[in-house]
């Protein structure tokens, strides 16, 4: 009995639906832990602190809600899918068709965009065919096994957002890093306080311990989800700067 890796791989859509959850759970217990426990009672308090706590809890909501849109976007949105029967035009048809072509006609122009390897030579753009999509195969183009479709300019399968990162979703996929990392290190050091006095607190029973586990809990996720993705915004910056995906930065490694 054989066994379809591709298949396999398809099945990894699953997990990605318990991460959508995940992402959810996360942010539904920071929001608890930010806005309910620790300074949304701090509104009441008046003076120079209630103007603070209401500060931060509008440029807590402000990231949250940009984080939300540059996260929906990047499920939602067509990463870059290549149209049926697609062959690469002539000079000449590209000339006599002039603006008259459609976007699902066209290809991304950053697909045909030339990159440089790590050597410093330049990699002209080329055309191939997919044997398992049974189609034409743009400059840059790749096979994602997940989806199970090519993806323009495909930068990599992301299973947070169940979607492949491409040519059409990488800015949303960018400012989704850049909204997620400002908002998990704005929620590290406002709750900072919170967790030193945690086991003080703990033995005076000043707080409940469904409230301190939840302080608890939501600094530590938050710290190690800022410090991971400050690890992938320097990343995807530096690939960016040169025009290169994540997939034709390790292919490039393996070939050295």
């Not at 298949?7 to 699953?14: D, E, M, P, T």
């Not at 008259?100 to 191939?128: C, N």
């Not at 590290?188 to 469904?210: Q, R, V, Y």
């Not at 690890?231 to 070939?255: P, R």
Request: one cysteine or more.
């Amino acid at each position: 009995m054989e066994i379809n890796l591709f298949k396999l791989c398809s099945g990894l859509k699953v997990i990605g639906y318990f991460m959508i959850l995940l992402v959810a759970a996360i942010i539904s217990l920071s929001y608890y832990a930010v806005v309910v426990v620790t300074w949304g009672p701090e509104l009441l308090s008046g003076g120079l602190h209630s103007f603070l706590a209401f500060f931060i809890i509008i440029l807590f909501h402000f990231l949250l809600i940009m984080l939300l849109w540059s996260y929906f976007m990047v499920v939602f949105k067509d990463p870059g899918s290549v149209p049926n029967n697609w062959k690469p035009l002539t000079e000449e048809e590209v000339l006599e068709a002039g603006s008259s072509l459609t976007l699902s006609e066209s290809i991304e122009p950053e697909a045909f965009t030339s990159t440089h390897s790590a050597d410093g030579r330049e990699r002209r753009p080329q055309v191939g065919y997919c044997s398992r999509c049974q189609n034409g195969k743009p400059p840059r183009c790749h096979h994602c096994s997940v989806c199970q479709r090519c993806v323009l300019k495909m930068d990599h399968h992301c299973v947070w957002v169940v979607n492949c990162v491409g040519a059409r979703n990488y800015k949303f996929f960018l400012l989704f890093l850049l909204y997620t990392f400002l908002e998990t290190t704005m929620d590290t050091f406002i709750l900072l306080p919170n967790f030193i006095n945690f086991f003080s607190e703990a033995k005076n029973h000043s707080t409940s311990p469904g409230n301190l586990a939840v302080i608890f809990l939501t600094f530590v996720l938050n710290l190690a989800f800022a410090l991971s993705l400050l690890c992938f915004v320097v990343m995807h910056v530096s690939l960016l700067s040169s025009n290169t995906t994540t997939i034709e930065a390790s292919e490039g490694s393996t070939q050295q």
